[in-house]
């Protein structure tokens, strides 16, 4: 069932473009990905039992660029590899992998971009997307 819907995360991923797979494991440990049709934001990270776990929202995840679902996971997966660093340490972590794994092309990067500076800050500690846009451009940078 697990690899089932990561089979599906990926195939979603990779509707025009070859993704490459997430980073989907946490200290050799593989990632568990759980529908949860209420969560109001495309994914989130949690532990659960010992586990890494990403919550996903399909109907919101739909609605995602391809781009942007990469970023999304790379980003949850970045928060359970540590969680001290928060929301913008997460993102640089996120666009790094990307970049290192060679899926970050320039249109992307910028369509990317363009999106998460449209992005509202939020109540569960997210900046705004200003923020969080400028703070991406740095990381890639000081990469
Ligand atoms: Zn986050």
Do not use: Q
């Not at 473009?17 to 529908?35: D, R």
């Not at 109001?40 to 391809?66: D, Q």
């Not at 928060?79 to 660093?85: A, K, M, P, Q």
């Not at 340490?89 to 249109?107: G, I, K, Q, T």
């Amino acid at each position: 069932m697990r690899a089932l819907v990561l089979a599906m995360l990926l195939a979603a991923c990779s509707s025009t473009l070859t993704y490459p797979p997430p980073p989907y494991e946490v200290s050799g440990v593989l990632v568990v990905y759980e529908e949860r049709r209420d969560l109001k934001a495309p994914s989130a990270a949690t532990w659960s039992k010992g586990l890494p776990v990403v919550l996903w929202n399909p109907f919101e995840w739909a609605k995602l660029a391809p781009v942007e679902k990469v970023f999304d996971l790379a980003h949850e997966v970045c928060h359970l590899r540590d969680w001290t660093g928060g929301e913008l340490a997460a993102d640089c972590c996120a666009v790094r992998w990307m970049d290192r794994a060679d899926y970050l092309p320039s249109s992307d990067l910028a369509a990317l971009v363009s999106t998460i500076m449209d992005w509202p800050a939020s109540a569960e500690g997210h900046p705004p997307g200003i923020e969080r846009a400028t703070h991406i451009m740095e990381c890639l940078d000081d990469d």
